[in-house]
C-alpha cells in the first residue's frame, strides 16, 4: 500500500455506555481517516471521547460500552462490527497496538521486563526460546535501553519511569503492527523524558513503517509530531485538517478557545484565557452544537440544529454554522489573529510550526 | 532476602516472648485452688501453703516468671495438676501431637486445593450461575456458627453416609468427615479471597497492556491474573493455620480424636491450669510461626517485597 | 513533514454533503444568541451524589432485601413476643397437674408450639428468650467493638509518635488466633454475661481499629486531601466529604458482620463448658442442650428449633452487612 492510501476509515461511529441504569453516548457520530504512514494527533479536553473513539479500534471498550453504530474499515474489514472476542485476536496486538498513559502501572509487577516482551514475540511470531531472548534484546536495545541483556531479567519495579515507558512501546510495537495507538504517552512523565519518548516513537515509526494515533491533550505534543489534527468535542470530531491548517487557520469556535487557552498565546498583563462552562452531559440528548451553551457568540443556528462538516479546503473540514454562507462574519479571538498575522498565509516548515506552538506567546 | 528473613524472624521472636509472657501473667490471676482439684476442701491451710510453696506459686511474679522461662528453655512446662496429676505437661500432649498435625495438614490440603479451584471458577464465571452458587456457599460458611453446622455434618454425615461418628484411628474411614469438616472454613476462605484478588488483578492496568498484546482472555488469566492472585494468597496459607485451629479444637472434641485440640477442651473443662497454660502458648506459637511462614513465602513469590520495609504489612 | 496532499478528503464523510444539510436550517436563525452563562455551567456530570447511589445499590439488590424484610420480621417478633397473650416463660418448669411430674421432652403441639426440653421448660419461649439474649449480647460487643475500634484507630492514627508502638501490639494480638484468645479470656473470668462481652470485645475491635486509623493516615497524606486543603477547605468539610461516608459504611459493615460472630462464639464457648450459667437461656445454651440429646431422633426438634432460628439470624445480618458494604463502595458506583 502506497503511502497516503487510507489505512483506516472510520464513519458515523456511536458509542454507548451504560452506566447507573442509564446509556450515555459518548461517540455521537464521529468519523475520521488516517492515511498510510501519517501521524494523526487527536485533541480535545477530558471526556471528549477521544481514547473511547480509540479503544474501539481494538476492541477494547469496558464491558459495559458498545459500538453502536457507524463502521471502521480496516484492511477490508469493518472493525465496528467485530462483536467476537476470538476475532479481534488477529488484529489486537498484531496489526493495531496502544501504548498506554501511564507506564508505572502498565507492566505486571511480577514478571521481568524480558518475559513481558517475550510473551509478544511468542504470540505474533512464532519465535521460543534463545531465538525469543534474542529478539527480547535485540527490541529493548532498540528502544534505547542499555545493557539489555542483563535488563531484560530485571522486574519493572527496578526500572525508572521513562525506562518503563520504553518497555511498553518495545511491547507495542514487537508485533510490527500497521497502526500504533499512543493514549497520552508522555503525560504521566518528567518534562525531560518527554521529548525523548517522543523521539523514540518517531523513530521507530520511521524504522518500522507504521502509522501514528496519538491522543492528547498537549497542544505541544501535537505541535512536535502531528501531520494531521483531529479536535474532538463531547463525543464528535469538529475540526479537522493538517497541523498547520488547524494551527494557523482554525475555524471552529471550540479550536478558538482551546488555543487561545494556550498560555504561551497569552498576553502578558492580561488574563489567561479560560473556557467557561463545562461540558455538555451526555446522559442527554444534544441538540444543535454542543458547545454553543459555552460559546458567548453562538448564533440562534447553534442551539437549533447540528452543524455538518463544511469543507475549508481539501483537507480542512470544521462543523460549524459560521462556515455556512449565510452566517454573519465572525472575528476570530485576538490570540488567534495574533497567530494569524504572524505566521499565517506563509508557508511554514514542520520543524517552525513546532517551534512557533512553543514560543508563540513569546514573539 | 536473607536480611528480611532475619528482620522478619526477630519480629516473631519478639512477639512469641511478648505473647508468652502476656498468657503467663494472665494465668496468675487465677485463683489457686485451680491448682489442688477436687482435694481442696480436704486439706489443712497450712497443707495448702506447703503444696502452693512448692509450686512456687507464693514467689513474687518475677521470681515465677524467671522460673517458668528457665524451664521453658530445657524444655520444661511444668506438671500437670489435675488432669493426669504430676505427669509432665509435654508427656501428657506428647503422643497427641502427631494427631493433630495429620489433620491439620489434610485438612489444609484439601482446603487449598478445593477452595482455589472454587475461587477460579468463580472469578471466571463472576457474575454467573456457578459464582452465585458457590457465593452461597461461602456465605452459609460464614454466616452459620462452624459450632451448628459441624453438629449437623457429625449427625447426619454419619447417618447418610454410613460412617463412624467417633475417631477410630483403626478405621480409616473414621477420617473422612473430621477432615472434610475441618477443611470447610478453608475452602470458603480461599475461593472468597482467591476471587476477590482475581478481579481485583483483572482491574489492572497491565491486564489492559496484556490484552492490547493481543493475548487471548484465557493465557491473560492463566499468565497474569492466576499467577498474580496467587502471591497474596500464598500470605493467607499459614493464616488458615490460624483458623484451622479454631476448627480443630471444636472437631477433635467433636469426634473424640485424641489430638491437642480436645485436649484443650478437656482440661478447660477440668480447671487443669498448667495444661491449660502450656496448650494456650503451644497454639499461639503455632499461629505465629504460620504468620512468619506466610510472610516468607510471600517474599520468595513477590520481587518487589526484598526492597520494602514492610514486615508489619497485615 | 507536511505533505501537499491535493486530495479530497472527506474526514468524516456523511451520508449528505454539508450543504444538502444546510438546506434544511432556516436562514433566519443565523442571528447571534444570548449567552447564558449558567446554562454553559448546567451541562456537567455531578449529579452523583454518594449516599443516593449507594441507596439505589443496596435496593436493586433483590436478596439483600428480602433478608432485611425477614430480619426485620424477627427482630420485632422477637422483642415482642413475651408481650403477646399466651406466652409462657422461658424458664418456668411446667408439672402436669395429674401426676405432679414434669413435661419431659413433650413433642411440638398445641399447648407447647416447639416441645419442651428435657426438663420441662416451653422451647417456644425459651428460643425467643434465647434469641433476646444473644442479640443482646451481639449487639452490645457490636458497639462497645465500634467505640474502642474507632478511639483505638484515632489514636493510633493521628499520634504518629504513638503509631510504632500500637503497631506491634496489634501484630501480637493478630498473631494469636482468636478462639485461644477468647478461650483464655473466658477461662481466666469467671462464667458471665460479662466475661462473654469483655473476652469478645478484646478481639474484635483489631480490625475497626486498623482500618480507622489507616483511612486517617490517608486523610493526612492523600494527595486530593493535601489539594483540598491547599484550597482552603476547612478540615471538617474534608472529613465529612471525604471520609465520613466511606468511614460509616465500613462501620456499620463491621458491626453488623460482629453479630454473628458474636452469636457463634457464644455457641463456641457454650460448648468448651465456657458459656453463660444455663439458668439464662441463650441461642448458644440451646445449642448444647439440643446436641446432648441429639442422637435420639424424636428428640431432634430440640436442636433443629434454636438452630434453625439461629441460623436464619446470622445469615441475614451477614448477608445485609455485606450488601451494604458493596453498595456503598464508590467503586461499584459505576
Known amino acids: 500500500m502506497a503511502k497516503g492510501d487510507a489505512i483506516l476509515e472510520a464513519k458515523d461511529i456511536v458509542i454507548k455506555f451504560n452506566l447507573r441504569g442509564r446509556t450515555l453516548t459518548a461517540i455521537r457520530g464521529a468519523g475520521l481517516r488516517l492515511n498510510e504512514g501519517e501521524t494523526l494527533a487527536i485533541v480535545g479536553e477530558s471526556g471528549s471521547g477521544k481514547s473511547v473513539l480509540t479503544k474501539s479500534f481494538i476492541g477494547m471498550l469496558d464491558q459495559n460500552g458498545w459500538v453502536d453504530s457507524g463502521e471502521a474499515v480496516f484492511e477490508g474489514r469493518n472493525l465496528a462490527a467485530i462483536k467476537d472476542e476470538k476475532d479481534w485476536l488477529a488484529i489486537r496486538g498484531k496489526k493495531i497496538s496502544m501504548v498506554f498513559q501511564d507506564p508505572m502501572t502498565a507492566l505486571n509487577p511480577l514478571l521481568t521486563v524480558g518475559a513481558q516482551i517475550k510473551e509478544v514475540f511468542e504470540l505474533h511470531h512464532g519465535l521460543s526460546g534463545k531465538q525469543a531472548d534474542h529478539a527480547v534484546v535485540e527490541m529493548l536495545e532498540r528502544v534505547g535501553i542499555d545493557n539489555p541483556s542483563e535488563r531484560r531479567k530485571q522486574y519493572p519495579h527496578e526500572f525508572s519511569g521513562g525506562m518503563r515507558q520504553r518497555v511498553v512501546i518495545a511491547i507495542a510495537v514487537a508485533c510490527k503492527p500497521r497502526i500504533l495507538i499512543c493514549d497520552e504517552p508522555t503525560t504521566a512523565l518528567d518534562v525531560t523524558i518527554q521529548a525523548q519518548i517522543l523521539d523514540l516513537i518517531k523513530a521507530l515509526q520511521r524504522d518500522l513503517a507504521f502509522t501514528t494515533v496519538y491522543i492528547t491533550h498537549d497542544l505541544g505534543v501535537v505541535a512536535n509530531v502531528a501531520d494531521k489534527v483531529a479536535v474532538m468535542y463531547a463525543g464528535q470530531i469538529v475540526e479537522t485538517g493538517s497541523a498547520e491548517e488547524v494551527f494557523y487557520d482554525s475555524r471552529h469556535p471550540y479550536t478558538w478557545a482551546l488555543l487561545s487557552s494556550l498560555p504561551q498565546l497569552g498576553v502578558k498583563g492580561q488574563p489567561l484565557y479560560s473556557i467557561s462552562g463545562t461540558p455538555p452531559n451526555l446522559f442527554n440528548t444534544v441538540v444543535g452544537d454542543a458547545f454553543a451553551p459555552r460559546n458567548p457568540k453562538a448564533l440562534k443556528v447553534d442551539f437549533a440544529a447540528q452543524p455538518p462538516m463544511f469543507q475549508v479546503s481539501p483537507t480542512h473540514s470544521a462543523a460549524t454554522w459560521l462556515l455556512d454562507p449565510r452566517a454573519p462574519a465572525m472575528e476570530p479571538p485576538p490570540a488567534i489573529l495574533a497567530m494569524r498575522a504572524k505566521l499565517g498565509g506563509a508557508k511554514l516548515g514542520g520543524a517552525k510550526l513546532g517551534d512557533a506552538a512553543k514560543n508563540g506567546g513569546a514573539l | ?314 | 513533514m507536511i505533505r501537499g496532499a491535493m486530495m479530497r478528503e472527506p474526514l468524516a464523510a456523511g451520508s449528505e454533503s454539508a450543504e444538502a444539510i444546510a438546506a434544511k436550517v432556516d436562514a433566519s436563525l443565523f442571528v447571534p444568541a444570548d449567552f447564558d452563562a449558567n446554562a454553559a455551567e448546567r451541562g456537567g456530570y455531578s449529579d452523583y451524589s454518594y449516599w443516593r447511589s449507594t441507596m439505589r445499590g443496596f435496593l436493586k439488590n433483590r436478596v439483600a432485601l428480602g433478608f432485611l424484610l425477614l430480619l426485620g420480621a424477627l427482630l420485632l417478633f422477637t422483642f415482642v413476643q413475651p408481650l403477646l397473650p399466651g406466652q409462657k416463660s422461658p424458664t418456668h418448669i411446667h408439672i402436669d397437674p395429674a401426676t405432679g411430674m414434669q413435661y419431659r421432652n413433650v413433642a411440638p403441639g398445641a399447648e407447647f408450639w416447639f416441645g419442651t426440653n428435657t426438663i420441662g421448660q416451653d422451647l417456644w419461649a425459651r428460643i425467643w428468650g434465647g434469641t433476646r439474649t444473644s442479640l443482646m449480647l451481639g449487639l452490645l460487643v457490636g458497639v462497645a467493638e465500634m467505640l474502642i475500634g474507632i478511639t483505638f484507630g484515632a489514636i493510633w492514627g493521628y499520634v504518629r509518635r504513638l503509631d510504632g508502638v500500637i503497631t506491634e501490639i496489634y501484630n501480637v494480638i493478630n498473631n494469636i488466633p482468636t478462639t485461644i484468645v477468647l478461650m483464655l479470656l473466658a477461662y481466666i473470668l469467671r462464667p458471665s454475661f460479662k466475661t462473654m462481652v469483655i473476652a469478645m470485645c478484646a478481639t474484635g475491635w483489631l480490625g475497626l481499629a486498623r482500618f480507622v486509623r489507616n483511612q486517617i493516615v490517608i486523610i493526612r497524606d492523600r494527595e486530593y486531601n493535601l489539594a483540598s486543603r491547599c484550597l482552603g477547605t476547612p478540615s471538617r468539610r474534608i472529613i465529612v466529604k471525604n471520609l465520613l461516608p466511606y468511614l460509616v459504611s465500613v462501620i456499620m459493615l463491621q458491626t453488623a458482620l460482629s453479630i454473628p460472630g458474636t452469636i457463634g462464639w457464644e455457641v463456641f464457648l457454650t460448648y468448651i463448658g465456657l458459656g453463660l450459667p444455663v439458668s439464662i437461656p441463650s441461642l448458644g445454651n440451646l445449642v448444647n442442650e439440643g446436641r446432648q440429646i441429639m442422637m435420639s431422633p424424636e428428640l431432634r426438634y430440640q436442636l433443629l428449633f434454636p438452630t434453625i432460628i439461629l441460623s436464619l439470624i446470622t445469615i441475614s445480618f451477614y448477608v445485609l452487612g455485606n450488601a451494604f458494604s458493596d453498595a456503598s463502595d464508590p467503586r461499584n458506583h459505576v
Not at chain 2, 476448627?247 to 480447671?271: K, T
Open chain 2, 1 to 314: 532476602m536473607l536480611k528480611y528473613t532475619i528482620k522478619r524472624l526477630g519480629q516473631s521472636l519478639i512477639t512469641l516472648f511478648i505473647v508468652v509472657s502476656a498468657v503467663f501473667l494472665l494465668m496468675r490471676l487465677l485463683p489457686v485452688e485451680g491448682y489442688f482439684g477436687d482435694g481442696y476442701d480436704k486439706l489443712s491451710e497450712s497443707q495448702r501453703e506447703a503444696v502452693l510453696q512448692k509450686m512456687g506459686l507464693l514467689d513474687p511474679w518475677y521470681v515465677q516468671m524467671g522460673a517458668f522461662y528457665k524451664g521453658l528453655l530445657r524444655g520444661d512446662l511444668g506438671v500437670s495438676t489435675i488432669y493426669r496429676k504430676d505427669v509432665p505437661v509435654l508427656e501428657v500432649i506428647g503422643p497427641r501431637v502427631p494427631y493433630s498435625m495429620k489433620f491439620g495438614i489434610v485438612a489444609t490440603c484439601l482446603a487449598l486445593i478445593a477452595g482455589l479451584g472454587m475461587g477460579v471458577s468463580m472469578a471466571k464465571n463472576k457474575g454467573k450461575g456457578l459464582d452465585k452458587l458457590w457465593t452461597g456457599y461461602v456465605v452459609f460458611v460464614n454466616a452459620v456458627p462452624l459450632a451448628v453446622y459441624l453438629l449437623f455434618i457429625q449427625l447426619y454425615g454419619t447417618s447418610l453416609l454410613d460412617l463412624p461418628l467417633l475417631f477410630d484411628k483403626y478405621m480409616p474411614s473414621s477420617w473422612i468427615l473430621p477432615a472434610v469438616s475441618m477443611s470447610l472454613g478453608g475452602i470458603a476462605g480461599y475461593a472468597m479471597w482467591m476471587r476477590r484478588y482475581m478481579v481485583d488483578e483483572l482491574n489492572k492496568d497491565y491486564i489492559k497492556l496484556a490484552k492490547a498484546k493481543g493475548l487471548s482472555q484465557s493465557t491473560i488469566m492463566v499468565r497474569h491474573v492466576m499467577r498474580n492472585a496467587y502471591v497474596p494468597m500464598a500470605q493467607y496459607l499459614p493464616a488458615s493455620i490460624l483458623m484451622t485451629i479454631s476448627g480443630s479444637i471444636y472437631i477433635e472434641s467433636l469426634y473424640s480424636i485424641p489430638g491437642m485440640g480436645g485436649l484443650l477442651v478437656d482440661v478447660i473443662q477440668r480447671q487443669d491450669n498448667t495444661m491449660v497454660q502450656a496448650l494456650v502458648l503451644i497454639f499461639s506459637s503455632v499461629g505465629i510461626i504460620g504468620l512468619f511462614l506466610g510472610d516468607l513465602l510471600m517474599a520468595l513469590f513477590d520481587p518487589r517485597i526484598k526492597l520494602s520495609k514492610s514486615g508489619a504489612s497485615r
